[in-house]
């Protein structure tokens, strides 16, 4: 991951901010990470997502390499951002629905998540709270997602039995239930199958579902796979 701290003392106050206001809000598995990561410097090259965020949040990555950015900038060409969008998965900090944010002229940006951090974030209208099967999303026009690990098969699943056009980073990792894993050690790329055929079978004639990647330069192996409608 490229980040830009040409003055890194300014970086530390920066980010020793961020944790007086936000540290105690992480779980004790991220707070490991974040100690982990920033306890030699700046860490290594690679990095989860929810330090890739905090650099985000600062400001620090520039985006022709900030991999939200570069999912957002994916999402205007595919289908615009003048949209009434629902983002499932935020995380800690909602990058991607802050970049949609400044970039909206019309049109929402919800975002789902029970572990964000913050009340308010521009006009970004946040949802402390999980994405259920119950959670109703009848004015959405895109239903989104970055690596929404546990509830990306929802996401798919949801969104089809409501007819809406999504698109969703697949995360790195596994989630099938245990009756799948009982018996079989599962791949990432078995995951990744499982996502792309779920998404295939709410497909309509007028739709199709596609494979894409981020550019390289943005650090994100893992394929996004989107439902179009044709228009």
């Known amino acids: 991951m490229i980040v830009n701290i040409q003055d890194e003392k300014q970086?530390?106050?920066d980010?020793?901010?961020y944790l007086e206001q936000y540290y105690i809000l992480y779980s004790r598995a991220c707070q490991k990470e974040m100690i982990r990561h920033f306890g030699n410097g700046l860490g290594e090259e690679f990095c989860a997502d929810i330090i890739t965020q905090i650099y985000s949040a600062l400001g620090y990555i520039p985006n022709e390499n900030?991999?939200?950015?570069?999912f957002v900038m994916m999402l205007k060409d595919m289908y615009g951002l003048d949209?009434?969008?629902?983002?499932v998965g935020a995380g800690y900090y909602p990058a991607v629905a802050k970049h949609i944010d400044s970039m909206q002229t019309s049109g929402t940006i919800t975002t789902y998540d029970p572990i964000i951090l913050m009340n308010e974030l521009g006009r970004i209208i946040i949802r402390k709270e999980e994405f259920t099967k119950k959670t109703a999303i009848d004015d959405a026009d895109l239903v989104i997602g970055f690596s929404p690990c546990e509830a990306s098969e929802l996401l798919i699943n949801k969104a089809n039995e409501n007819n809406k056009e999504f698109?969703?980073?697949v995360c790195g990792c596994t989630h099938f239930d245990t009756n799948y894993t009982r018996h079989y050690s599962p791949r990432v790329n078995d995951w990744i199958n499982y996502l792309y055929e779920s998404a295939k079978e709410g497909k309509k004639d007028n739709e199709s579902i596609?494979?894409?990647?981020?550019d390289d330069k943005y650090e994100y192996p893992y394929p996004i796979i989107s439902k179009i409608k044709k228009r």
């Open 167 to 169: 698109s969703i980073a």
């Open 210 to 214: 596609e494979i894409s990647y981020l």
């Open 15 to 17: 980010f020793h901010a």
């Open 83 to 87: 949209n009434k969008i629902v983002e």
């Open 66 to 70: 900030d991999r939200y950015y570069g």
């Open 11 to 13: 970086f530390n106050r």
